[in-house]
T-cell receptor, first 112, second 114 residues
Framework: QKEVEQDPGPLSVPEGAIVSLNCTYS??????FMWYRQYSRKGPELLMY????GNKEDGRFTAQVDKSSKYISLFIRDSQPSDSATYLC????????????FGSGTKLNVKP | NAGVTQTPKFRVLKTGQSMTLLCAQD?????MYWYRQDPGMGLRLIHY???????AKGEVPDGYNVSRLKKQNFLLGLESAAPSQTSVYFC?????????????FGPGTRLTVT
């Protein structure tokens, strides 16, 4: 079983839709949770970062962590064609914070 | 600042050939990483370094070697390339300063082994 599971998609939505992206994990030691965005043929770039449980909002993006369910989500409001990319979740444990475990990524396409 | 740069951007190797991928960062980061990205597999850690002169194995280290002789550079070597090493290779760096542990990624190297 993989440490981090993520639905690969692809996910296709119309412009303006609310998008929900999710990851599940098995290691209860994970404390740091991140979402990276990767455009085609580019390196991943950090979108959101949360520590432990709870919500974090940044503009149109909201990250949620539910440690009891080992489930994290990224919501994108008012999605734009420029949001079309692959979204990767990543997480690490407090005692080994620099060792990231990545999901396989969800490919999102926002249609104009 | 250039951030994280990788050389070369593309490379085609024949089975058994060797090559070195170069990663350079100008952010004075302590930590550096090499990942490979394959379809459906996400990013997998090959080797990483927590400081100049130190290296450690990641999730998929077999067939690769690394060196970190200078803080700003991290080299990934393939001694005898195999078709299974066809992949996109990403280098990343991070710092503990600020407490976010964000990893900054380079643009990637596309390697094909025939």
């Amino acid at each position: 079983q993989k440490e981090v599971e993520q639905d690969p998609g692809p996910l296709s939505v119309p412009e303006g839709a609310i998008v929900s992206l999710n990851c599940t994990y098995s290691n209860s030691a994970f404390q740091y949770f991140m979402w990276y965005r990767q455009y085609s043929r580019k390196g991943p770039e950090l979108l959101m970062y949360t520590y432990s449980s709870g919500n974090k909002e940044d503009g149109r993006f909201t990250a949620q962590v539910d440690k009891s369910s080992k489930y994290i989500s990224l919501f994108i409001r008012d999605s734009q064609p420029s949001d079309s990319a692959t979204y990767l979740c990543a997480m690490s444990a407090k005692d080994n914070f620099n060792k990231f475990y990545f999901g396989s990524g969800t490919k999102l396409n926002v249609k104009p | 600042n250039a951030g994280v740069t990788q050389t070369p951007k593309f490379r085609v190797l024949k089975t058994g050939q060797s090559m070195t991928l170069l990663c350079a960062q100008d952010m004075n980061h302590e930590y550096m990483y090499w990942y490979r990205q394959d379809p459906g597999m996400g990013l997998r850690l090959i080797h990483y370094s927590v400081g100049e002169g130190t290296t450690a194995k990641g999730e998929v280290p077999d067939g690769y070697n690394v060196s970190r002789l200078k803080k700003q550079n991290f080299l990934l070597g393939l001694e005898s390339a195999a078709p299974s090493q066809t992949s996109v290779y990403f280098c990343a760096s991070s710092s503990v300063a600020g407490g976010t542990y964000e990893q900054y990624f380079g643009p990637g190297t596309r390697l094909t082994v025939t």
